[in-house]
């Protein structure tokens, strides 16, 4: 009897190890006013991790000024919402930015 109490622990302690916990996200707002000061078309990157989803990069009108919003998650009452990227997709977003734009000034959300 004791040993398969023993069992029971063990095999419920390797199964609380292999769960994830799951952290809700927060989302970042952009705005409506802030985005007018946006191009009116944004552009799109995909991610090595996750290419499914697209990355939304906002220009600033007639500057070399980018901003990294992150992945479109909705909308709220007066505002864009973004869920923020990891720092290995942030560093693979600069690095395609940068490709083509040496002198660009990149800002995340």
Known sequence: MKLYHVRRALQRAVEIQEEKIVVPVEK?????????????????????????????????????IYLVAGR????????????????EEKKEVEKL????????VINFL
């Open 28 to 64: 970042k707002p952009i705005s409506k006013s802030d985005l007018q000061k946006y191009d009116f078309t944004p552009l799109y990157f995909y991610a090595e991790k996750d290419s499914l989803n697209r990355i939304t990069v906002l220009k600033e009108s007639a500057k070399e």
């Open 72 to 87: 479109y998650a909705g909308f709220g009452s007066d505002a864009r919402l973004y869920a923020p990227l990891s720092e």
């Open 97 to 104: 930015l940068r490709m083509g734009r040496k002198e660009a």
